[in-house]
């Protein structure tokens, strides 16, 4: 068993504290209290938003490894933190949409909400002095961030992805309309599910009322941050309705 407190701080991110444990493949995430939005711009917080995260992480972790997604979960070490593979992590988000909003909304003028029968993949480089571009996949590829046999291996995880996360959220009421996630790397040089999959991360509407249950209500301005604790508790006690 390896002592959880040899650790070192090895990045601090907007959301979350990674550290990393002495003569291990494993790494501690920490989650702040933090809310941001426009890439950091605007930069808030509401108590025990790391909290509800981690927990919320933790169970969707935990469902996709059950479902034998491998993903760099191991399991919540206490109300913040989690014990993680480490990770060498591929710049690039991946964000999948089953129906239309945010910036595809804005890009091709489509009303929001609209169905996307086929589902959308799009990439985007991560690249702050870029402001994180829209790519394709001979992008990523030029830019030799990843092989074609790796993005096609990318491609066939996202789909399982989104049908497992589809399913899960129906069944908690919930319309998954969009998310973004990101791929690693293990010492195996194996490609794993990394990051979070949160209300910071995921298009999350109430299948009745359309109500939005994630970070939008915060970006668009609908809510103050100190509101938004209400958001991320119903989300946890839909996900703990079975
Ligand atoms: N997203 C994210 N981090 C980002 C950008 C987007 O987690 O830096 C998520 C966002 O929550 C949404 C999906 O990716 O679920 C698609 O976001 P979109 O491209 O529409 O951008 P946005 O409108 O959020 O700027």
């Known amino acids: 068993m390896n002592n959880l407190n040899q650790r070192k701080l090895l990045s601090e991110g907007k959301t979350k504290k990674i550290y990393e444990m002495k003569n291990s493949y494993k790494v501690i995430l920490h989650y702040k209290d933090n809310i941001t939005a426009l890439n950091g711009m605007i930069n808030e917080s509401f108590q025990d938003k790391g909290i509800l995260n981690n927990e919320i992480n933790t169970f969707i972790f935990d469902f996709l490894n059950k479902s034998g997604i491998k993903t760099h979960f191991i399991r919540k070490i206490n109300n913040r933190e989690q014990l993680c593979h480490r990770m060498n992590m591929i710049p690039l988000e991946f964000v999948i949409r089953n129906f239309v909003s945010g910036s595809l909304s804005k890009r091709l003028k489509i009303k929001e909400g609209e169905k996307i029968p086929n589902s959308i993949y799009e990439i985007f480089y991560k690249n702050d002095e870029l402001n994180d571009p829209l790519i394709n996949d001979h992008h990523a590829i030029f830019l030799k961030i990843i092989s074609y046999e790796e ?53 999350l509407w109430d299948k009745q009322t359309m109500k939005k249950l994630d970070k939008d209500v915060f970006r668009k301005g609908i809510q103050k941050s100190k509101d938004m604790f209400d958001i991320y508790m119903e989300i946890l006690r839909r996900l703990h309705t079975i």
């Open 151 to 203: 993005l096609n291996f990318v491609y066939d995880m996202m789909k399982k992805i989104n049908k497992i996360l589809k399913k899960f959220f129906n069944s908690k009421n919930i319309i998954l309309i969009d998310f973004k996630i990101e791929f690693g790397k293990n010492y195996k040089n194996e490609i794993v599910l990394s990051d979070e999959i949160s209300p910071d991360t995921c298009r």
